[in-house]
């Protein structure tokens, strides 16, 4: 490992939340083959270790730090837990993020004193971390110990390289899945189905659609259960302000996610997204929609647990967010009976010259795993992250325990039970907390949706047939009223756009002191201050708001940051394709 020192405690304690724009959205991997089975994966229920390296499964503990809440975990008391320590030995002493604040706060902290974990899920603060001498390089790990996950990853190994200038490999991406092929889709713009119903499935392709569906709903019912009826609203809690306020203005203006920069796909050059004139118009829009009392008033103020909140009263009609970041509020409306009042998503853009870039696929990069300097025993971690990513490892994950989450019928495809199949649908919480299905996904590398074992069933427990038996009622009526089988069928394909070859540059490693994170944050300081503003701002003002808010920005110097995110955009194309700039 190369050591790069501790930097200075200011520079270490400046939050790296640039990276966070991205998580959660429907980017996909490239596919893995053509027929989406890999090949050489061997039988799926052995461990593909070396035979001259048994697993130990002697008790031993993992310290661990998520950089996302898990507010489900179960201390690995659940049922896919039990059987991981009983393979492996292994037991985690996990410890997860509380709140919005996606670990940023506590990895600077651990960054400044040293105090880390054994392993880590750092998202967009791990630079903070390698930059201060305490992740190690995992490339010889990998080569000697983890014949699992050099067969996941294959081909793709040259991505997990960290940089051009540093060639190492300090994290395994976990949190996508290598030949990911999307059977549905889950984020975008929301609608309840009871809305939708009743205005008798209307078109809902841009703003103007979205806008009018909302507004025509909230004059027939102003008031839900006796509460007023709120048209939209949005979390601008802490860095889940890009999900919902500010992601979707390049989504809606047909950019694809990276992160807080749109990136020509010629020339490479980078500029903070809000600087792209079509992108105004998609906050011009929230003004009008806040001028007109469709936009909830406390957008800008309320917190994450108020938010959700509303999202459970039932009285939201429309959100613009990923599934997962309202989930806690839409289970709790499910575990209630209340479908109607749960979600559509539409793939809806400022005018219908734009196309949704969601399915646009990124290839094998993103977030993941990373052992630090503290591990004791790094060779037992890298060899339970392996198992974790054989065949027997991806099964468990995904979809639990032979006999009591799944069976295999005589033709040997595995099954779900009704009984399950509705549990994990309508009491995510408890089912979550009790089975351990979906808890585990991050610890190793997996194959992706659509991608067959080598027993010709799926890797992964989210296909065609399991997503449309999950659909409540409400859903599979309001999908039936647009003519589709699933949400995806409403947006753009995958093969109707090249494969980034820049992958997923919300997740590039960037400098983590210097003037790049100085002025980096003072930019941030002014998107968060400067958007609500413009969008709570009359509308005569509008224009006015937010041309100094773009001076703004280049008065700080982002013109100084953009040139050298460019700069890492082209290195980072250099190293993955061997081009020269």
Request: negative net charge.
């Given at each position: 490992?190369?050591?790069?020192?501790?930097?200075?405690?200011?520079?270490?304690?400046?939050?790296?939340?640039?990276?966070?724009?991205?998580?959660?959205?429907?980017?996909?991997?490239?596919?893995?083959?053509?027929?989406?089975?890999?090949?050489?994966?061997?039988?799926?229920?052995?461990?593909?270790?070396?035979?001259?390296?048994?697993?130990?499964?002697?008790?031993?503990?993992?310290?661990?730090?998520?950089?996302?809440?898990?507010?489900?975990?179960?201390?690995?008391?659940?049922?896919?837990?039990?059987?991981?320590?009983?393979?492996?030995?292994?037991?985690?002493?996990?410890?997860?993020?509380?709140?919005?604040?996606?670990?940023?706060?506590k990895i600077a902290m651990m960054a400044a004193s040293g105090d880390v974990p054994d392993l880590i899920f750092a998202k967009g603060s791990l630079s903070t971390l390698v930059d201060a001498g305490l992740i190690i390089d995992l490339t010889d790990l990998i080569d000697k110990h983890a014949p699992n996950l050099k067969k996941v990853y294959g081909e793709n190994m040259n991505r997990l390289k960290y940089s051009l200038d540093d060639q190492s490999i300090y994290q395994i991406p976990t949190n996508m899945g290598v030949g990911q092929s999307s059977f549905d889709a889950t984020g975008g713009f929301?609608?309840?189905?009871?809305?939708?119903?009743?205005?008798?499935?209307?078109?809902?392709?841009?703003?103007?659609?979205?806008?009018?569906?909302?507004?025509?709903?909230?004059?027939?019912?102003?008031?839900?259960?006796?509460?007023?009826?709120?048209?939209?609203?949005?979390?601008?809690?802490?860095?889940?302000?890009?999900?919902?306020?500010?992601?979707?203005?390049?989504?809606?203006?047909?950019?694809?996610?990276?992160?807080?920069?749109?990136?020509?796909?010629?020339?490479?050059?980078?500029?903070?997204?809000?600087?792209?004139?079509?992108?105004?118009?998609?906050?011009?829009?929230?003004?009008?929609?806040?001028?007109?009392?469709?936009?909830?008033?406390?957008?800008?103020?309320?917190?994450?647990?108020?938010?959700?909140?509303?999202?459970?009263?039932?009285?939201?009609?429309?959100?613009?967010?990923?599934?997962?970041?309202?989930?806690?509020?839409?289970?709790?409306?499910?575990?209630?009976?209340?479908?109607?009042?749960?979600?559509?998503?539409?793939?809806?853009?400022?005018?219908?010259?734009?196309?949704?870039?969601?399915?646009?696929?990124?290839?094998?990069?993103?977030?993941?795993?990373?052992?630090?300097?503290?591990?004791?025993?790094?060779?037992?971690?890298?060899?339970?992250?392996?198992?974790?990513?054989?065949?027997?490892?991806?099964?468990?994950?995904?979809?639990?325990?032979?006999?009591?989450?799944?069976?295999?019928?005589?033709?040997?495809?595995?099954?779900?039970?009704?009984?399950?199949?509705?549990?994990?649908?309508?009491?995510?919480?408890?089912?979550?907390?009790?089975?351990?299905?979906?808890?585990?996904?991050?610890?190793?590398?997996?194959?992706?949706?659509?991608?067959?074992?080598?027993?010709?069933?799926?890797?992964?427990?989210?296909?065609?047939?399991?997503?449309?038996?999950?659909?409540?009622?409400?859903?599979?009526?309001?999908?039936?009223?647009?003519?589709?089988?699933?949400?995806?069928?409403?947006?753009?394909?995958?093969?109707?756009?090249?494969?980034?070859?820049?992958?997923?540059?919300?997740?590039?490693?960037?400098?983590?002191?210097?003037?790049?994170?100085?002025?980096?944050?003072?930019?941030?300081?002014?998107?968060?201050?400067?958007?609500?503003?413009?969008?709570?701002?009359?509308?005569?003002?509008?224009?006015?708001?937010?041309?100094?808010?773009?001076?703004?920005?280049?008065?700080?110097?982002?013109?100084?940051?953009?040139?050298?995110?460019?700069?890492?955009?082209?290195?980072?194309?250099?190293?993955?394709?061997?081009?020269?700039?």
């Amino acid at each position: 490992m190369k050591s790069k020192g501790i930097k200075t405690a200011f520079t270490l304690m400046l939050l790296s939340s640039m990276l966070i724009a991205g998580c959660g959205g429907n980017n996909n991997a490239a596919n893995n083959t053509a027929d989406n089975t890999p090949a050489n994966t061997g039988n799926n229920t052995e461990t593909n270790q070396p035979a001259d390296e048994a697993m130990d499964t002697s008790p031993f503990t993992i310290s661990f730090f998520g950089a996302d809440a898990s507010p489900n975990w179960n201390n690995m008391q659940d049922d896919v837990g039990k059987v991981i320590t009983e393979k492996t030995g292994v037991t985690l002493e996990a410890e997860f993020d509380v709140g919005s604040g996606g670990g940023d706060q506590k990895i600077a902290m651990m960054a400044a004193s040293g105090d880390v974990p054994d392993l880590i899920f750092a998202k967009g603060s791990l630079s903070t971390l390698v930059d201060a001498g305490l992740i190690i390089d995992l490339t010889d790990l990998i080569d000697k110990h983890a014949p699992n996950l050099k067969k996941v990853y294959g081909e793709n190994m040259n991505r997990l390289k960290y940089s051009l200038d540093d060639q190492s490999i300090y994290q395994i991406p976990t949190n996508m899945g290598v030949g990911q092929s999307s059977f549905d889709a889950t984020g975008g713009f929301e609608i309840q189905h009871r809305v939708l119903k009743e205005l008798g499935y209307p078109e809902v392709k841009t703003l103007a659609d979205y806008e009018k569906v909302l507004k025509d709903y909230v004059a027939l019912h102003p008031e839900t259960d006796g509460q007023p009826t709120i048209p939209l609203t949005l979390n601008a809690d802490d860095w889940k302000i890009m999900i919902t306020v500010t992601n979707p203005a390049f989504i809606t203006t047909g950019a694809p996610d990276d992160g807080e920069y749109y990136v020509d796909p010629e020339t490479y050059e980078a500029q903070l997204h809000y600087k792209r004139p079509v992108e105004k118009e998609y906050f011009r829009w929230l003004n009008g929609m806040y001028n007109q009392g469709l936009l909830d008033k406390d957008t800008f103020v309320q917190k994450d647990d108020q938010y959700k909140a509303k999202v459970a009263s039932g009285r939201v009609l429309g959100l613009i967010s990923q599934e997962w970041e309202y989930a806690d509020g839409e289970n709790a409306l499910k575990a209630a009976g209340k479908d109607e009042y749960t979600y559509a998503h539409f793939p809806v853009t400022l005018s219908e010259e734009y196309k949704d870039h969601s399915f646009m696929q990124t290839g094998i990069d993103g977030y993941g795993l990373a052992i630090t300097t503290a591990a004791k025993d790094p060779v037992r971690i890298i060899k339970w992250l392996d198992w974790m990513s054989s065949d027997e490892g991806q099964i468990l994950r995904s979809w639990g325990v032979e006999g009591k989450h799944y069976t295999v019928n005589a033709e040997g495809k595995r099954e779900v039970p009704a009984e399950i199949s509705d549990r994990k649908a309508n009491d995510v919480a408890n089912f979550q907390k009790e089975t351990g299905i979906g808890q585990y996904l991050i610890f190793g590398a997996r194959y992706g949706d659509g991608v067959k074992d080598p027993t010709g069933n799926y890797y992964t427990a989210t296909f065609p047939d399991e997503i449309v038996a999950a659909y409540s009622d409400a859903e599979k009526e309001s999908l039936a009223g647009y003519g589709a089988t699933t949400w995806k069928d409403l947006f753009p394909k995958e093969d109707e756009f090249p494969v980034k070859e820049t992958g997923a540059l919300y997740n590039l490693p960037v400098p983590t002191d210097g003037q790049y994170q100085v002025i980096f944050k003072k930019t941030q300081d002014i998107i968060r201050k400067r958007i609500p503003e413009a969008i709570l701002s009359k509308p005569g003002d509008f224009d006015k708001v937010y041309d100094a808010f773009l001076s703004e920005l280049d008065k700080a110097g982002a013109q100084d940051m953009e040139k050298e995110f460019t700069e890492l955009v082209k290195k980072r194309v250099s190293l993955w394709t061997g081009k020269e700039f």
